[in-house]
């Protein structure tokens, strides 16, 4: 079983949608987890952080992490098509461990 | 924009080559990244330096050296690469060595090894 699984899509939503997206770990001594977005060719960006269980919100996107079931989400709100990405869940463990990515999942967003 | 700068974008080599890829952060942190990342694959860690020395070092092939000449600069030194090194190489930064998961990349230099 991977560390950390991610379904790679793609995942094709009409504009206006409401996005989710998903990752599973198998590692409990996780406590960080991250969203970062890749358009095509260029670097990941940082767009959620999340220390622990909880939800986060800014803006459209909400990230929620449940601890207890290992698993967490990214919603996306309203959707547009410049939302179309590959979003990368990322997860570390405290002091000074290496970032666990998952395969990413790549979202289309039709106008 | 991004705050980690990369250079060069594009860079084609021949396996007899060698040639440097540079990485630059203002944003004062102390800890640097190496990573490759292959088509439709996330980013594998290569190098990691923390206060400009070197931490973690993922069993990298000696054909790649990295190099950290000051907090702000990173370096990663080419010699003798294979054509299936070919990849994105991203450079990242992060507030300290701690490795919270904070971590801001560059737009990468992509590379191909004929």
């Known amino acids: 079983q991977k560390e950390v699984e991610q379904d790679p899509g793609p995942l094709s939503v009409p504009e206006g949608a409401i996005v989710s997206l998903n990752c599973t770990y198998s590692n409990s001594a996780f406590q960080y987890f991250m969203w970062y977005r890749q358009y095509s060719r260029k670097g990941p960006e940082l767009l959620m952080y999340t220390y622990s269980s909880g939800n986060k919100e800014d803006g459209r996107f909400t990230a929620q992490v449940d601890k207890s079931s290992k698993y967490i989400s990214l919603f996306i709100r309203d959707s547009q098509p410049s939302d179309s990405a590959t979003y990368l869940c990322?997860?570390?463990?405290?002091?000074?461990?290496?970032?666990?990515f998952g395969k990413g999942t790549m979202l289309l967003v039709s106008p | 924009d991004t705050e980690v700068t990369q250079t060069p974008k594009h860079l084609v080599m021949g396996m007899t080559n060698k040639k440097s890829l540079k990485c630059e952060q203002h944003m004062g942190h102390r800890a640097m990244y190496w990573y490759k990342q292959k088509a439709k694959k996330p980013p594998e860690l290569m190098f990691v330096y923390s206060y400009e020395k070197l931490s973690i070092n993922e069993s990298v092939p000696s054909r790649f050296s990295p190099e950290c000449p000051n907090s702000s600069l990173l370096n990663l030194h080419l010699h003798a690469l294979q054509p299936e090194d070919s990849a994105l190489y991203l450079c990242?930064?992060?507030?300290?060595?701690?490795?919270?998961?904070?971590?801001?990349f560059g737009e990468g230099s992509r590379l191909t090894v004929l």
């Open positions: 990322a997860m570390s463990r405290p002091q000074g461990s290496t970032l666990t």
């Open positions: 990242a930064s992060s507030q300290s060595g701690r490795n919270t998961g904070e971590l801001f």
